[in-house]
């Protein structure tokens, strides 16, 4: 449908909801702010709202991924086979990766917290989709948890350790390292899951305000 087909005295509400099929084919971010244009336009209050949301669920979704792809990437790559590297390569991989994650993941997991306790917040009255994004959120808080109270005071000593001065139980510490960085992948996935789920039933609640 083209803006040339319309009457002459259609009003500009409907041609810009004859433009809406273009929700179905374009990317998730293309549709928000068409949306959002849409909904200025029109002065649809309602249609401005969901679009907003759909910012945050964005912003969450992402957030969360990218968390849960560090966990998930070091596991699938690495840490599975921690056990094969001799001393002197564990301590040197070790000590690489607490300098590339350390101050990213300070600033990423409490964003990622944020926002998921802000969707949580204003989600209060969706359900059921409130409670699969409190359970995201709890999923991400364990996963924050095993990281601070387990993993970075291992990776505290790691950081000092070379290979004359390497504990008697370092096997130990890096067993446990792995066990509880294998725990804390499981949640973050399950939490992205979660969320992803809580997203995909809200949405297709406002799926008749999309509609043209």
Known sequence: MSFSKLPPDAPLTEHLLKRAH?????????????????????????????????????????LVMLVTGVFWGTWFTLTR???????????RIGKTIIANVAWPMRILMPLTLVMLLWLSWTSFRKRPSFYFFLGSLIL????????????VPIDNQIKTWTTETLPDNWTELRLRWNKFHT??????????????????????????????
Not at 38 to 60: A, E, N, P, R, W
Not at 197 to 206: A, F, P, R, S
């Open 22 to 62: 273009l929700w179905y084919s374009t990317t998730i971010i293309q549709n928000i702010i068409q949306g959002m244009m849409l909904s200025f336009y029109t002065g649809d209050h309602q249609l401005f709202s969901i679009m907003k949301k759909g910012v945050l669920y964005c912003i969450c979704l992402i």
């Open 81 to 91: 086979s921690l056990d094969q590297f001799p001393p002197d390569n564990f301590i």
């Open 140 to 151: 991400m808080v364990i996963s924050l948890l095993i990281t601070v109270g387990v993993e």
């Open 183 to 212: 725990l804390r992948t499981v949640t973050s996935l399950m939490s992205f899951i979660s969320l992803s789920i809580g997203v995909t039933g809200d949405v297709g609640k406002n799926e008749d305000v999309l509609k043209y």
